[in-house]
T-cell receptor
Framework: RKEVEQDPGPFNVPEGATVAFNCTYS??????FFWYRQDCRKEPKLLMS???SGNEDGRFTAQLNRASQYISLLIRDSKLSDSATYLC?????????????FGTGTQLKVEL | DAGVIQSPRHEVTEMGQEVTLRCKPI?????LFWYRQTMMRGLELLIY????????DSGMPEDRFSAKMPNASFSTLKIQPSEPRDSAVYFC??????????????FGDGTRLSIL
C-alpha cells in the first residue's frame, strides 16, 4: 500500500465548477500536511498547508481528518489557470528534518 | 531572492557514463532533499540532509547512486555508471527545518536526465 494515495484523475471540469480532491495517508505518525501544485514540466510548488481545524485561502479550502487519516482540497469557481496536477503531501520529522512523502497527484483540467 | 538552483537543466548522455547533478539550496535553509520524478512512480525521495548530514538515504535506488553535501550551500547527486532506467527529472529542494516545524520545501527547476 502506498503511504499517500490519491485518485490520479484526470478531472475534467468546466470553468466555474467546484471540484474536490481526496487523499489518504497510512503513517499515523505524520505531523504536517500540505497540498502542492505542479504544472506540466515544472517543479512542485506549495499551494497551502493543511491544519486540523481546516483552512481556507481564497477559492481553496483544505480539510484534515486525523482519525480517518484523510485530507481533502476543495476548489470553488475553478479557473482555466487552475489546470495542473495537485499533490497531496504528508510530513514526518525524523532526525530533526522534515521528510515529505508525496502522493502521485491528481490531474485537473479546467475547460471553457 | 534566489531560489534553489540546480544544474544542469538538461543532461543527455550514454549509458555507462558518470552523471553529476548539482544543487545550491536557499541561503539559510538547513535541510536539503533530492527527489526523482517519473511518470510511473511519481515523485520519490532519494535522500535528505539535515545540517549537511545525511539523515535518510533509504530511497537511493542502489550503489550506483551517491550524494554528498560538503557544505551548507552545495550538494551533488552522482550516478555511476548510468543506465537508461535512470532517465527521469531530478529535483533538489530545501527547507528550514526544526523538530516541531511545519516549514514547506522549496524546489529547484529540476534536471531532466536522459540516458541513451
Amino acid at each position: 500500500r502506498k503511504e499517500v494515495e490519491q485518485d490520479p484523475g484526470p478531472f475534467n471540469v468546466p470553468e466555474g465548477a467546484t471540484v474536490a480532491f481526496n487523499c489518504t495517508y497510512s503513517n499515523s505518525a505524520s505531523q504536517s500536511f500540505f497540498w502542492y501544485r505542479q504544472d506540466c514540466r515544472k517543479e512542485p510548488k506549495l499551494l497551502m498547508s493543511v491544519y486540523s481545524s481546516g483552512n481556507e485561502d481564497g477559492r481553496f479550502t483544505a480539510q484534515l481528518n486525523r482519525a480517518s487519516q484523510y485530507i481533502s482540497l476543495l476548489i470553488r469557481d475553478s479557473k482555466l489557470s487552475d489546470s495542473a496536477t495537485y499533490l497531496c503531501v504528508v510530513s514526518t520529522h525524523p532526525g530533526g528534518g522534515n521528510k515529505l512523502t508525496f502522493g502521485t497527484g491528481t490531474q485537473l483540467k479546467v475547460e471553457l | 531572492d534566489a531560489g534553489v538552483i540546480q544544474s544542469p537543466r538538461h543532461e543527455v548522455t550514454e549509458m555507462g557514463q558518470e552523471v553529476t547533478l548539482r544543487c545550491k539550496p536557499i541561503s539559510g535553509h538547513n535541510s536539503l532533499f533530492w527527489y526523482r520524478q517519473t511518470m510511473m512512480r511519481g515523485l520519490e525521495l532519494l535522500i535528505y540532509f539535515n545540517n549537511n548530514v545525511p539523515i535518510d538515504d533509504s530511497g537511493m535506488p542502489e550503489d550506483r547512486f551517491s550524494a554528498k553535501m560538503p557544505n551548507a550551500s552545495f550538494s551533488t547527486l552522482k550516478i555511476q555508471p548510468s543506465e537508461p532506467r535512470d532517465s527521469a527529472v531530478y529535483f533538489c529542494a530545501s527547507s528550514l527545518s526544526h523538530v516541531h516545524s511545519n516549514q514547506p520545501q522549496h524546489f529547484g527547476d529540476g534536471t531532466r536526465l536522459s540516458i541513451l
